[in-house]
């Protein structure tokens, strides 16, 4: 009789959120202003931040893109708070999520990056298609 080991699976199929996700150490407050979003992205450089809510959990992301229509008035940014802007909300990624399923539910929702949760709602890094697309299209190796 002869038995076959099972092969691990190709084309990043088995892969996880938690296999791609990355850390996210840039994090704002949703009673924030814009002002003080907007002065976070330009010193780090950086295209987007988590919102958390008073309770620490995720309650979203916010991009420069999303700012700017509240940038363009000053008196705008120092009184708006980041919970008022509109941006990314949920429903988050997790980190057991099959990788190949929270690719395509991101094209499907335009997202280039994806905040990922654990079962409280509290943020553990963020997927970004571009990781996923690299991940997925890698042959094993």
């Not at 996880?16 to 780090?44: E, F, K, S």
């Not at 008073?54 to 999303?66: A, F, K, N, P, Y």
Request: a negative charge; proline letters at 6%; aromatic letters at 6%.
């Amino acid at each position: 009789m002869t038995t076959h080991t099972p092969q691990p699976e190709r084309r990043g199929r088995g892969l996880t959120v938690a296999d791609a996700m990355d850390p996210c150490d840039y994090q704002i407050a949703d009673d924030n202003t814009v002002d003080q979003a907007d002065d976070i992205l330009r010193g780090a450089g950086i295209e987007y931040l988590l919102v958390r809510g008073h309770d620490g959990r995720c309650e979203g992301l916010v991009t420069r893109t999303g700012l700017h229509p509240f940038l363009t008035r000053s008196w705008y940014t120092e009184r708006t708070a980041i919970s008022a802007t509109a941006h990314q909300r949920g429903p988050f990624t997790w980190p057991t999520m099959g990788l190949a399923l929270a690719a395509i539910a991101m094209r499907v929702k335009h997202l280039a990056v994806w905040p990922v949760v654990d079962e409280d709602g509290y943020i553990l890094g963020v997927l970004t298609a571009d990781r996923a697309t690299v991940l997925l299209t890698t042959p094993p190796g």
